[in-house]
C-alpha cells in the first residue's frame, strides 16, 4: 500500500494563497498516478489535478487550470498543490490520492483526465487537510 498524510490547510481571507503538502510512503513503485480532490459538506468528491508517477506530467481540470499548480520534490516523496486566489467556493477538505490501477499504465497522457479527476480510480487515500476561505 502507499500511505499519503497531507498537511498545509488551514483558514485564509479571499484572494490569498496555500499550498498544500502530500508526504508519500510506502510502496511508492506501485502507484501510476498521484492526484489531488476535494470534497465540500455535502457535497461529492471531486478531482482537479494529477500528476504522472514516472515523468511528472501533470493535468488540470478547467476549473483550477489558472489557479492552481501541482508539483513534487526531486526524490518524488511529497507532492504539492499550491493554490492562488482562493475564494470562499474553495473551501472544502482537500486529499491527496494515488491509484494503482492498471488502467493508468496504458492509458496515454492525454486521455487522462476524465479517469484522473473520478474517485473511482484511486485505491490509496490520506485523511485530508481542510481549507476554509472566509470572504
Known amino acids: 500500500q502507499v500511505q499519503l498524510v497531507e498537511s498545509g490547510g488551514g483558514l485564509v481571507q479571499s484572494g490569498e494563497s496555500l499550498r498544500l503538502s502530500c508526504d508519500v510512503s510506502?510502496?511508492?513503485?506501485?502507484?501510476?498516478?498521484i492526484a489531488w480532490f476535494r470534497q465540500a459538506p455535502g457535497g461529492e468528491r471531486e478531482g482537479n489535478t494529477c500528476?504522472?508517477?514516472?515523468?511528472?506530467?501533470?493535468y488540470y481540470a478547467d476549473s483550477v487550470k489558472v489557479r492552481s499548480t501541482m508539483s513534487r520534490d526531486n526524490g518524488k516523496t511529497t507532492v504539492y498543490l499550491q493554490m492562488n486566489n482562493l475564494e470562499p467556493e474553495d473551501t472544502a477538505l482537500y486529499y491527496c490520492?494515488?491509484?494503482?490501477?492498471?488502467?493508468?499504465?496504458?492509458?496515454?497522457?492525454?486521455?487522462?483526465?476524465?479517469?484522473?479527476?473520478?474517485?473511482?480510480?484511486?485505491?490509496?487515500w490520506g485523511q485530508g487537510t481542510q481549507v476554509t476561505v472566509s470572504a
Open positions: 510506502g510502496f511508492t513503485l506501485e502507484y501510476h498516478v
Open positions: 500528476m504522472h508517477r514516472n515523468d511528472g506530467s501533470t
Open positions: 490520492a494515488a491509484a494503482t490501477t492498471h488502467l493508468f499504465a496504458v492509458l496515454s497522457w492525454d486521455q487522462v483526465g476524465p479517469y484522473c479527476t473520478s474517485r473511482y480510480y484511486f485505491d490509496n
